[in-house]
């Protein structure tokens, strides 16, 4: 059993609180979006309504087990105090003195923020000395980092069973209602939206939905590896050789379960990858030579967009098409649009984190759907129905 940090009154505590603020940065050390912090403090206000301090942890980037400037969250600690006011001490390591003399001083109502975990090659090594170190400086320990619940490190899998008040934040519990929710026990029809550049990060997604969903929509560079073990020319569009002897078993399956898998009817091609290539839009199984699928096609939107309609509940991961290229996006968009449309009438619908957040992000549409995941790998090993060590850590 997991509990949440509205169970278990944890006032006047120093808590250790792990989060995802793995952020994007600028050439110039600006923050570029602040998705990931905005979704942890409702927890942190949480914590300092409690009357305790929030002493918060986090990874950024790939710094290799080094200190690296270039991966501070300095930036952080800055946008935190700039932008949402909190009275935020910033300490220049996550283990030691200077991290131990930053606790100590912290009165309620400041918030610290720990350097970089990833300064430290114990962090992914699963270290427990290193979650010892870390684990000195709090009473009690709250992940709602479900971006890294997918990892076995020191500071989401060790740490937690240092703790007897181990709980998990707002934003963790939320991933754990939607995204499991969507996977255990479904209200039918359910829709799954699959999409992105390859078949062989989603293979596991299919098989496990297979057993769930009643249609399944593949669009994104995965649907040309379909369309050659179908026997369909794809000119220059993106397969994965390897993958089409797979593809073919997934097709027969979902035909043995009687679960719609339907692939793009018509394609939009390009005779060159980038926005201001020659375009048309041609049927799936009459792509020329020397041809690129970019997106699908205003009659694939429609069937997509009428079979999403009828569902009750939507996961979507990966976009249609080359998203980031203005005249390669009406696929995902209309995507996005089917999914808002779906809400409005009763429907769950979630989307789940990597490029479809971006998208519905870009798009605007993050407020009219039910859950927009943070968790990208997360996300996805979480549909395919595996234990994610950072939850289980959890577990009482």
């Known amino acids: 059993m997991i509990k949440s940090i509205d169970e278990v009154r944890i006032e ?22 602040d998705t990931r912090i905005k979704e942890s403090l409702p927890t942190i206000d949480k914590i300092i309504d409690y009357g305790s301090i929030p002493v918060l942890m986090s990874h950024l980037g790939r710094p290799k087990g080094e200190p690296n400037p270039k991966y501070s969250l300095e ?16 300490t220049k390591d996550c283990i030691g003195k200077p991290a131990q003399e930053a606790v100590n001083l912290a009165e309620a109502g400041q918030v610290v923020l720990l350097e970089n975990l990833r300064f430290h090659k114990e962090e992914e090594k699963n270290d427990i000395e290193f979650a010892k170190q870390l684990a000195m400086l709090g009473d009690a320990y709250v992940n709602d980092a479900f971006g890294s619940a997918h990892r076995a490190h020191a500071s989401t899998e060790s740490i937690a069973k240092l703790f007897d008040i181990r709980l998990a934040g707002y934003l963790m519990i939320n991933e754990i209602e939607y995204l499991g929710k969507s996977v255990t026990n479904p209200v039918k029809p359910f829709v799954a939206v699959l999409g992105g550049a390859k078949i062989s990060g989603k293979i596991d997604v299919i098989k496990n939905l297979m057993d769930k969903c009643n249609s399944i929509l593949i669009g994104g560079g995965m649907a040309y590896t379909f369309f050659k073990a179908m026997g369909f020319g794809i000119g220059k569009s993106l397969l994965e050789e390897d993958r089409v002897v797979l ?20 394609i939009v091609i390009a005779d060159s990858f980038n926005n201001e290539a020659n375009c048309k839009t041609v049927n799936s199984d009459s792509i020329p030579d020397g041809w690129i699928g970019m997106d699908i096609g205003p009659e694939t939107q429609k069937i997509f967009s009428d079979e999403i309609s009828k569902a009750r509940t939507v996961v979507w991961n990966g976009p249609m098409g080359v998203f980031e290229m203005e005249n390669f996006a009406k696929g995902t968009y209309a995507v996005a649009q089917a999914l808002a449309q779906a809400t409005s009438k009763g429907a769950t619908t979630i989307v789940g984190g990597g490029d479809s957040a971006s998208a519905i992000n870009k798009m605007n549409f993050q407020n ?6 943070t968790g990208g790998g997360a996300s996805l090993e979480y549909l395919e129905g595996k234990i994610l060590p950072g939850i289980a850590a959890l577990e009482m």
């Open 368 to 373: 009219k759907v039910t859950h927009v995941s």
């Open 247 to 266: 593809a073919k078993l997934l097709l027969k399956e979902a035909s043995t379960k009687n679960v719609k898998l339907m692939l793009p009817f018509d």
């Open 12 to 33: 006047g505590k120093k808590v250790l609180v792990r989060v995802d603020f793995n952020v994007p940065l600028d050439e110039n050390q600006n923050i570029t979006d």
């Open 75 to 90: 930036p952080v600690a800055k946008l935190m105090l700039e932008k949402y006011g909190y009275d935020v001490i910033f």
